[in-house]
């Protein structure tokens, strides 16, 4: 599924001086039709109750449906992943250790992608799905 062959390595490299370093974002795993990465759960992403902020589960989903839609464009292709919606549920508190994210298709269409994404805590229990449309478009614009 996806056109370009990039390792985690390079991926964590790649988000250098995003919001994804700065809360912490750690890219695990790259599969044939998913992508996954660990986010901690400390000052960086705790909201004022010392629970883990709504935003930062957001930011993770983005993180990873964005990424994804990058390693779906072809090498060559003058082309941009940006997102267009997003939404999320969140279903239970998590107030330290780690939360994991990964992401799966829906629909990827030639100007749009459409991502799953799944935000577990330690236990492996649901803490947030959320939904993610992604434009494709021309990187000059």
């Not at 508190?93 to 994991?100: A, D, F, I, T």
């Not at 805590?121 to 959320?130: D, R, Y």
Request: aromatic share 6%; charged share 20%.
């Amino acid at each position: 599924m996806f056109a370009k062959s990039v390792t985690v390595d390079s991926l964590q490299s790649f988000g250098n001086k995003s919001i994804a370093h700065h809360i912490g974002i750690e890219f695990t795993e790259i599969g044939k039709d998913y992508v996954s990465a660990r986010m901690p759960v400390d000052h960086r992403t705790h909201q004022p109750f010392g629970i883990l902020h709504g935003g930062a589960s957001v930011v993770l989903a983005e993180t990873l449906g964005s990424i994804a839609s990058f390693l779906c464009i072809p090498e060559g292709e003058n082309k941009h992943a940006v997102g267009l919606e997003i939404n999320a549920n969140h279903l239970r508190p998590v107030k330290e250790g780690w939360v994991y994210g990964t992401v799966r298709p829906i629909h990827i269409g030639r100007t749009t992608h459409i991502w799953d994404i799944r935000i577990t805590n330690e236990e492996n229990k649901l803490v947030c799905i959320s939904r993610l449309t992604v434009a494709i478009v021309n990187a000059d614009r």
